[in-house]
């Protein structure tokens, strides 16, 4: 006999029948849930985005201020590759980035009309300061950018540049030119390039009794300072806008523009612009919100 087939005690072959049944469909519902889940879970992992950004906003201290409300208001991770600025507009141009937050208005306005966004937003700014030993041997301090950085090539300083095509590097080649000096062509004898970020160029600065120049808040969240102070500050050509551009789809389809763009569009409302603004450092605000809204 065989016993498997039986059904059980006061039950009949229906009853039976049945019972299989809402197994079966039990099993399908809870495979189905599990799916879902495993679905909803890829989904939930999968909603970051890549951001090209440089070393002043990283090593500020910025972003580890300001992401974290971003991902509590839309639960979307941002990951952040700090770069110089040329090397952060190089990554999106190769579609290896979704965004882009980076500090040099040239290049960016070129990035937009190449193609690869459709549109550059701004978001903030701070200024550049030129940082030097507090004996100041060269005589650099004042409000003159150009004329301190003609100085300090005059009497041989030590001179730390980034030399990395950075916003910051961007800028220190404009002061040089403005100084009437091609350092490219003819470099000053003290001159040095260091192709790092904004914090190591300060570190061979701080070790060696430099001049540099360096974005106000990198130089704010330094600590290792050594004999360094602020110098030169207060000239308009230190002026330091920020820009945030979301890479354009078109050029790389596979960017994740929507989720992109909720960055863009929360850095410039007023909350993200909020929290720019309260990111300070013993009181100090090292950027300022400059959304056009």
């Not at 404009?174 to 091609?182: F, N, T, V």
């Not at 360094?228 to 820009?243: I, S, T």
Request: with cysteine; glycine share 8%; charged share 20%.
């Amino acid at each position: 006999m065989n016993w498997s087939v039986l059904p059980a005690s006061g039950s009949t072959p229906a009853d039976t029948s049945v019972r299989r049944l809402s197994r079966r469909l039990a099993l399908a519902f809870a495979f189905a849930v599990a799916v879902s889940a495993g679905v909803a879970s890829a989904q939930a992992q999968d909603r970051h985005i890549v951001m090209a950004s440089t070393t002043s906003t990283e090593q500020s201290g910025l972003f580890a201020h300001l992401l974290p409300a971003f991902r509590q208001a839309t639960g979307i991770e941002v990951r952040v590759v700090a770069l110089g600025t040329g090397q952060a507009l190089d990554a999106a141009r190769r579609g290896d980035a979704d965004i882009v937050f980076v500090h040099d208005r040239a290049a960016e306005e070129k990035f937009v009309a190449e193609g690869h966004a459709t549109q550059r937003r701004e978001v903030m700014y701070n200024d550049f300061v030129v940082i030097g030993p507090k004996a100041d041997a060269a005589g650099a301090r004042g409000r003159d950018a150009a004329g301190a950085l003609r100085r300090i090539a005059a009497a041989g300083q030590p001179f730390v540049s980034r030399g990395d095509r950075s916003g910051t590097h961007a800028a220190e080649l404009r002061l040089w030119k403005d100084a009437g000096l091609d350092v490219a062509a003819a470099r000053p004898a003290g001159y040095r390039e260091c192709g790092c970020g904004m914090g190591p160029a300060l570190n061979m600065a701080a070790a060696t009794n430099a001049y540099v120049l360096a974005d106000r808040g990198t130089w704010l969240a330094f600590r290792n300072r050594g004999e360094l102070a602020v110098l030169v500050e207060g000239d308009a050509r230190l002026f330091n806008p920020y820009g945030v551009m979301v890479v354009n789809p078109a050029r790389h389809p596979h960017v994740k523009a929507a989720l992109a763009q909720q960055f863009a569009d929360w850095v410039v409302s007023p909350a993200g612009q909020q929290a720019i603004a309260s990111y300070r450092i013993q009181g100090e605000p090292l950027f300022f919100p400059s959304a056009r809204r």
